[in-house]
């Protein structure tokens, strides 16, 4: 079965780096694109950064640009979010998600991390 | 960017129908249509429909998903205790190239 396990999460001052891990399972993982979406305390999922599944193109929401990184590993099934330049806003709780087959929508969700962004 | 618009909050009575609504733009709805995703409190997200309007394996049939224009539709029939949720939409926007989901709507089940 699909299995998605973020890891990395914790508190961390502000402009500080923290790289988030998410393992995956159960699936082919260089068969799909897969994409991190943070849900902020109290608050809605907003989407974070996509990988292709080839590594050919990375896209991020405009309040992260130049300043987290997503990338994967094949060997070891892992996909990463480097984050640097920490904000208050951007505390959250951090999910994995693959993105299925075409039509292309999030069809399985780890359990999330939480990055806590704090003096 | 600029996020979908749903309504924050729909009430139903017990075996009620409710009908929620995700509205986009021709860049996002109106192109590619909108997925629909549960999450209960203190869980992740769960895909409803693909935004092809499907249900993925093992969704219920009380739910159907649908597309006028720019605006995506979510009805839920005979509704249960467990639909009490929040319901977000998403949608890839071709203009900002980014994922955009709508601010959610908290399903009240009286």
């Known amino acids: 079965q699909v299995q998605l396990v973020e890891s990395g999460g914790g508190v961390v001052q502000p402009d500080r780096s923290l790289r988030l891990s998410c393992a995956a399972s159960?699936?082919?993982?260089?068969?799909?694109?897969m994409h991190w979406v943070r849900q902020a305390p109290g608050k809605g999922l907003e989407w974070v950064a996509l990988i292709s599944y080839d590594e050919s193109f990375k896209y991020y929401t405009d309040s992260v640009k130049g300043r987290f990184t997503i990338s994967r590993d094949t060997s070891k099934n892992t996909l990463y979010l480097q984050m640097n330049s920490l904000r208050t806003d951007d505390t959250a709780v951090y999910y994995c998600?693959?993105?299925?087959?075409?039509?292309?929508?999030?069809?399985?969700w780890g359990q999330g991390t939480l990055v806590t962004v704090s003096s | 960017q600029a996020g979908l618009t749903q309504p924050p909050s729909v009430s139903k009575g017990l075996r009620q129908t409710a009908t929620l609504t995700c509205a986009g733009n021709?860049?996002?709805?109106?192109?590619?249509?909108a997925a629909w995703l549960q999450q209960h409190q203190g869980h992740p997200p769960k895909l409803l429909s693909y935004?092809?309007?499907n249900r993925p394996s093992g969704i219920s049939e009380r739910l159907s998903a649908s597309r006028s224009g720019n605006t995506a539709s979510l009805t839920i029939t005979g509704l249960q205790p467990d639909d009490e949720a929040d319901y977000y939409c998403?949608?890839?926007?071709?203009?900002?190239?980014?994922?955009?989901f709508g601010g959610g709507t908290k399903l009240t089940v009286l």
């Open positions: 998403s949608a890839w926007d071709s203009s900002l190239s980014a994922w955009v």
């Open positions: 159960g699936f082919t993982f260089t068969g799909h694109t």
């Open positions: 021709n860049y996002n709805v109106g192109g590619q249509g």
């Open positions: 935004r092809n309007n």
């Open positions: 998600a693959r993105e299925s087959a075409a039509p292309g929508d999030f069809d399985y």
